[in-house]
């Protein structure tokens, strides 16, 4: 299995664009993780997905943050319009269960300029 | 989830030297997981531990869970430069996703 990829790696933008990161869990992963990384607030979960269905978004830091997965096999983060403050690092991840380990994508580091 | 504090924040070591990172809660935790991430890198999955006092062991790593399942430790003995990243350790109470500590950042000079 390839593990779970992400794209763009990089993306550099102007404030008020805006930005759509991608995510394709393992095959098989019923769950699927957003979170975002900066020095300041470390790992922070954003939303998750079970069964492509939304659980949990209480992370989502604004109206601006939206999240789909309308298959098995993909998902985007949708910021719009993007600022500066919206600079990090953006990780999906994907786990069998809940509870059970977690397998990050490489993450998709995004500047907003 | 449960907030999980790790200490210390950052720890600069000589190579051969040894690290120790600590996780703690002041509620009981179900289980512990222990992630590692390089830098420019993303998390990677070490272990986990679910019962009280459990130790396990990875070469030079060492992680522990606390008697009351309260703490965690990861001990690495004699580190290399290979071992300079983040480590995190995660917890997850039943129905709720894993949650994060802040991570301790190792440096390992040679």
């Known amino acids: 299995d390839a593990g779970v990829i992400q794209s763009p790696r990089h993306e550099v933008t102007e404030m008020g664009q805006e930005v759509t990161l991608r995510c394709k869990p393992i095959?098989?992963?019923?769950?699927l993780f957003w979170y975002r990384q900066t020095m300041m607030r470390g790992l922070e979960l954003l939303i998750y997905?079970?069964?492509?269905?939304?659980?949990?978004d209480s992370g989502m830091p604004e109206d601006r943050f939206s999240a789909k997965m309308p298959n098995a096999s993909f998902s985007t983060l949708k910021i719009q319009p993007s600022e500066p403050r919206d600079s990090a690092v953006y990780f999906c991840?994907?786990?069998?269960?809940?509870?059970?380990?977690?397998?990050f994508g490489p993450g998709t580091r995004l500047l907003v300029l | 989830g449960q907030q999980v504090m790790q200490i210390p924040q950052y720890q600069h070591v000589q190579e051969g030297e040894d690290f120790t990172t600590y996780c703690n809660s002041s509620t009981t935790l179900s289980n512990i997981q222990w992630y590692k991430q390089r830098p420019g890198g993303h998390p990677v999955f070490l272990i986990q531990?679910?019962?009280?006092?459990e130790v396990k062991k990875q070469k030079r790593l060492t992680f522990q869970f606390g008697e009351a399942k309260k703490n965690s430790s990861l001990h690495i003995t004699a580190t290399q430069t290979t071992d300079v990243g983040t480590y995190f350790c995660a917890n997850s109470n039943s129905g709720y996703a894993l949650n994060f500590g802040k991570g301790t950042s190792l440096l390992v000079t040679p």
């Open positions: 531990l679910v019962k009280s006092g």
């Open positions: 997905f079970n069964n492509n269905v939304p659980i949990d």
């Open positions: 095959s098989g992963h019923d769950y």
């Open positions: 991840a994907s786990s069998l269960r809940i509870r059970e380990t977690q397998y």
